[in-house]
């Protein structure tokens, strides 16, 4: 395994793998990597030659009052795990070789940008759509792997690569839960014991509106009432949004009949969570 920073190194080391016939697969993260990022490595493992993942805390998809500054960062851990997986690069840049001084363009995507997680988090997608855009051009993977618990990012990431062309594939693999059924995050290692307890009223709203539906209830209005109420059952969590919506363009659904994504996000104490679950045409 090679750890590189450059960016001109990492775009030279792809070009020859490229001319030499091998597949790039790639796993872009923020590090404090747990097993969900590392079922994306064995994807990309699957799928494709050569296997790329980056490391890089984005500072443009932090707000002034969010937690950039202490985000976990584990590189000494996360190069081991990534070893274990048999990864053949991390890409390891510094926030100034990503972001040259002087820099001022931005990559964003208009109308679906504003939804879910980005309505919330205002300017989070233009730092997403901006960084990935960046890392797509440097390490110019076949394929790119991402996780089905981001469901607003992965519609986000997918109407830009469609959009500017970008000549790859978009792998969208599952969420990757605990035993007790909490969807993995960076963000969890924030959560004291009880609220890491308080956390699962999450997995446990999607749960129950999934049960609503396979008993027959299509409606959405009836559908969130159901989860929010779920919400509101755990009084360490505060709600911030619980939508059903289509999965690619966000925008909101009547019924869930035709399939539709059931998205959830809440505060347990100070940590940000979220967490979602696909529904099949019925």
Request: proline share 5%; with cysteine.
């Amino acid at each position: 395994m090679n750890i590189v920073n450059s960016a001109r190194q990492m775009s030279q080391i792809v070009r020859q793998a490229h001319g030499a016939g091998k597949s790039i697969g790639f796993v872009p993260t923020m590090g404090a990597l747990h097993e969900g990022h590392l079922s994306l490595v064995r994807a990309a493992r699957e799928q494709t030659d050569i296997v790329v993942c980056s490391i890089f805390v984005n500072p443009t998809q932090f707000g002034p009052t969010e937690d950039f500054s202490k985000y976990p960062r584990t590189f000494e851990r996360d190069r081991d795990m990534l070893g274990t997986e048999k990864t053949d690069y991390i890409f390891f840049p510094s926030v100034e070789e990503m972001y040259p001084a002087g820099a001022t363009t931005w990559v964003h995507v208009e109308g679906l940008s504003e939804k879910l997680d980005g309505k919330s988090r205002p300017g989070h997608f233009r730092g997403v759509t901006t960084v990935v855009s960046k890392l797509f051009h440097i390490v110019q993977p076949d394929k790119a792997f991402f996780g089905q618990k981001d469901a607003a990012q992965v519609a986000v990431i997918r109407k830009m690569v469609r959009d500017l062309n970008f000549d790859l594939e978009i792998v969208v693999c599952p969420i990757v839960r605990e035993p007790d059924g909490l969807a993995m995050s960076s963000r969890n290692a924030y959560l004291d014991p009880t609220q890491r307890k308080q956390a699962l009223v999450l997995s446990r709203s999607l749960t129950h509106v999934q049960e609503l539906i396979d008993r027959g209830e299509l409606m959405t209005d009836a559908l969130i009432t159901a989860g929010k109420q779920t919400i509101a059952s755990e009084p360490g969590a505060r709600l911030d949004y619980f939508e059903i919506v289509d999965p690619d363009t966000l925008n909101p659904v009547e019924d869930v009949a035709k399939g539709a994504l059931v998205a959830v996000a809440a505060y347990v104490g100070a940590t940000r969570l979220i967490d979602n679950v696909l529904i099949s045409s019925r």
